[in-house]
């Protein structure tokens, strides 16, 4: 059982400030308000999972279209069990909702036991949230047959129903790697296939907004009540083609991007299973730059190292777009003697000495990387000279070189990348210098598809490979998610793709599938 927390106003502050806690409250002191409706509309979730702990969360809503509760705390029971009928009850505890967080829930469960399944529910009043399920990693030196993950990215509501999720529930994971643009600013897209009603999003109000429509589509739901979740952002979580504290191109104009983007992390940690240590300064500190940390590694006993990146919050502004002004754009290499400036970084330099770290310890087995994007060149332009999209790895060239570096330097087991933002499904070799096509595959790429968000590209696919033979398949028509499954000596890679967004009832699809063998990085038909 949780252990009773000893309550003062200064403790108190702390929980507000941090926006997490797993509290004993005497009853006399719970907060209470009369809720005439289930308050627990947005579902439940679970996330960044440990070997004996996890991340528990939900949000309480007044009845009514993403309407607040008011200025009211309001203590939120939760319990955390072994059986779905919650006859074997592990843990059980109350956290406070505070109206400054939105009323949201983060409770950060410890002491669990390693390599198991759990159910947990929250509870306020006479109300009960639906009941998720959850799981603990085994222990870093536990000896493990199997790892399924799926990864997914670009749900823009607008564009489509979530039905992937539907059938991913259906997958039998371990966890899901979601690897940015959870929500989007835009206001209404052109062509709907159903409408949010909203304008841009810019203020703290706009982004919870954001965040609960697309919270509330019910397979969306289900797929995060059916496993734990580890997650990052791009840039759609604040602006597109932001870059650091430097404003991205469309969209209202905002006294201060720092403002804004202070609410969009705010609004961010409001609505995801993330730790409260991610936020490094508390809440508070968000205003005055602070970081919001979500780089992390993971071991997934002996098999896998699981590493997620932060490639929007730390990296210099995009160069040599439209006639050498900055933004975002696509980059002739030849005329930006920027583009291959070694001081120039994609993740910044703090981060990239933290990966140098995590790589160096990677140890045995597979080294699974999540991160924004696509990672291996892409030249955007048939035959004679070169076009790449500057606010991808392909804008950092330099900063992708130091990463491949660092995968030799420290003969890091079994490189998997995986990325998202293209709204492409790429299947490549990660090479140690894509200048030179003989040179060495250090590691292999799987970058997915959108769960919703168009892709401008449609056809050509197989003259864009022959543009980049690093990459051996590519695919731009299609939406969907990937799946991963990792055992000792192999990594089989399978693309699934809904047949029809605009439907909320779509069947899905295999569209490829890739075997990767232990010790030899390269990409084969399966």
């Keep these: 059982m949780a252990r009773p927390v000893p309550i003062d106003r200064r403790h108190l502050l702390q929980l507000a400030a941090a926006g997490a806690g797993a509290l004993w409250l005497p009853r006399s002191a719970w907060s209470q308000p009369r809720l005439s409706a289930n308050p627990f509309t947005l579902g439940v979730a679970s996330g960044s999972p440990t070997h004996d702990s996890v991340v ?24 955390v069990a072994r059986d779905e009928q919650f006859r074997r009850i592990v843990q059980r505890g109350q956290s406070q909702a505070l109206a ?24 306020t009043g006479d109300w009960a949230s639906t009941t998720g399920r959850t799981r603990t990693f085994p222990a870093p030196d536990a000896l493990v047959r199997k790892l399924r993950l799926a990864y997914a990215s670009c ?132 205003a005055s730059g602070a970081e919001f940390r979500l780089h992390s590694q993971q071991r997934f006993g002996r098999l896998a190292n699981l590493v997620l990146l932060d490639n929007r919050q730390y990296r210099d502004p995009q160069v040599c777009a439209r006639a050498g002004q900055t933004g ?18 994609l993740l910044g330099a703090a981060q990239e000495q933290w990966l140098d770290r995590a790589f160096a310890k990677s140890g045995e087995g ?20 070169q076009s790449f999209w500057n606010d991808g790895w392909d804008g950092y060239n330099a900063a992708r070189g130091r990463f491949t570096q660092s995968l030799q330097r420290h003969q890091v087991a079994n490189p998997v990348l995986f990325g998202g933002d293209v709204h492409e499904n790429w299947v490549g070799h990660v090479k140690a210098d894509y200048a030179r096509p003989e040179s060495a595959s250090v590691g292999v790429e ?26 051996v398949f590519a695919d731009a028509q299609r939406r969907g998610y990937g799946v991963a499954e990792f055992t000792p000596g192999q990594l089989i890679t399978t693309l699934r793709v809904i047949d029809d967004p605009a439907r909320a009832d779509t069947g899905v699809r295999t569209l490829a599938r890739f075997a990767v063998q232990a010790g030899r990085p390269v990409v084969e038909a399966a």
């Design 155 to 286: 749900q823009r509501w607008e564009h489509g129903y979530y039905g992937a999720y539907r059938h991913m529930r259906e997958e039998n994971l371990d966890a899901v790697l979601f690897l940015g643009d959870y929500i989007y600013e835009y206001p209404i897209a052109g062509n709907p296939v159903r409408v949010h009603g909203g304008g841009w999003a810019s203020t703290l109000d706009d982004y919870r907004k954001r965040h609960a429509l697309h919270k509330s589509d019910a397979d969306l739901q289900a797929m995060h009540a059916a496993c734990p979740w580890l997650v990052t952002w791009d840039d759609h979580e604040v602006q597109n083609d932001y870059a650091g504290l430097t404003a991205g191109e469309n969209g209202p104009l905002v006294d201060s991007f720092a403002g804004r983007r202070a609410a969009a992390y705010q609004a961010y940690y409001e609505h995801m299973p993330v730790r409260a240590s991610a936020l490094t300064q508390a809440v508070a500190g968000l």
């Design 56 to 79: 528990l969360w939900t949000r309480l809503l007044a009845d009514g279209w993403f309407q607040s509760l008011g200025d009211q705390a309001v203590t939120v029971r939760w319990e």
């Design 100 to 123: 400054g967080l939105a009323h949201s829930v983060h409770v950060e469960v410890a002491g669990l036991e390693p390599d198991r399944w759990y159910f947990y529910r929250f509870m």
């Design 366 to 385: 597979w080294t699974v990387v999540g991160q924004q994007t696509l990672f291996g060149q892409r030249d955007s332009r048939p035959g004679p000279g």
């Design 446 to 471: 799987f970058c997915g598809t959108s769960i919703t968000s168009r892709s401008g590209r449609g056809g050509r696919a197989a003259e864009r490979l022959s543009e980049n033979p690093h990459f």
């Design 328 to 345: 975002s754009g696509y980059v002739n290499p030849a005329e930006c003697p920027a583009w291959n400036d070694p001081g120039r970084t």
